[in-house]
């Protein structure tokens, strides 16, 4: 079956580091891949989208890889501040769906000063 | 700025009780979306819809229903609320194109069914 894996434990930073952040895919093909932001009690915000045929998209301070070899992208966040800190959702969409697309389970990342 | 409002964020019902929660979208979208959100299992698609009086089930439509009778609405139904039930549920919009679009949540809504 279609399976999205993002890391479930919180990812714990130091100020000013680059957090990575992964998402693992298996049984499926994606033809795009989004990244989502979520703070506590809010809903997911838009942040990035990257196509499979790009390996790579940037946006500030945020850069996606796509890697459809290793059926994975990974999220970084260079300079990161302790207001990057909150749950990070990647979801992925195959050629066909529309605007449908399928969750993982996200990351919460801490950034400490 | 898209705004998609749900109309409850808290929200208390008894098992048993029809209960109906609402999103409203103001940026004339054609597609809609209703999730729920649980810990460890992360967004999970309930219902689409992709123009009005138009849906599609998603993953977990069982126990539940929908209705689009106006562009901007999107009702979700859940015909007899049971206690598995009780959940995070969110809203979202796109605009429909030949390309992938983001999708545009509301807040959520904070469903306990006792």
């Known amino acids: 079956s279609q399976k999205i894996e993002q890391n479930s434990e919180a990812l714990n930073i130091q100020e000013g580091k680059t957090a990575t952040l992964t998402c693992n895919y298996t049984?499926?093909?994606?033809?795009?891949l989004q990244w989502y932001r979520q703070d506590p009690g809010r809903g997911p915000v838009f942040l990035l989208l990257?196509?499979?045929?790009?390996k790579e998209k940037r946006k500030e301070r945020l850069k996606v890889t796509f890697d459809t070899t290793l059926k994975q992208s990974l999220f970084h966040i260079t300079a990161s501040q302790p207001a990057d800190s909150a749950t990070y959702l990647c979801?992925?969409?195959?050629?066909?769906?529309?605007?449908?697309?399928?969750f993982g389970g996200g990351t919460r990342l801490m950034v400490k000063p | 700025d898209v705004k998609v409002t749900q109309s409850s964020r808290y929200l208390v019902k008894r098992t048993g009780e029809k209960v109906f929660l609402e999103c409203v979208q103001d940026?004339?979208?054609?597609?809609m979306f209703w999730y729920r959100q649980d810990p460890g299992l992360g967004l999970r698609l309930i219902y689409f819809?992709?123009?009005?009086?138009?849906?599609e089930k998603g993953d977990i439509p069982e126990g539940y229903s929908v209705s689009r009778e106006k562009k901007e609405r999107f009702s979700l139904i859940l015909e007899s609320a049971s206690t598995n039930q009780t959940s995070m549920y969110l809203c979202?919009?796109?605009?429909?194109?030949?390309?992938?679009?983001?999708?545009?949540f509301g807040d959520g809504t904070r469903l306990s069914i006792l």
């Open positions: 979202a919009s796109t605009l429909e194109t030949g390309d992938n679009q983001p999708q545009h």
């Open positions: 049984n499926y093909s994606p033809a795009y």
């Open positions: 990257i196509r499979e045929n790009e």
């Open positions: 979801a992925l969409a195959p050629a066909d769906a529309g605007n449908m697309l399928t």
């Open positions: 940026m004339d979208h054609e597609n």
């Open positions: 819809s992709y123009d009005v009086k138009m849906k």
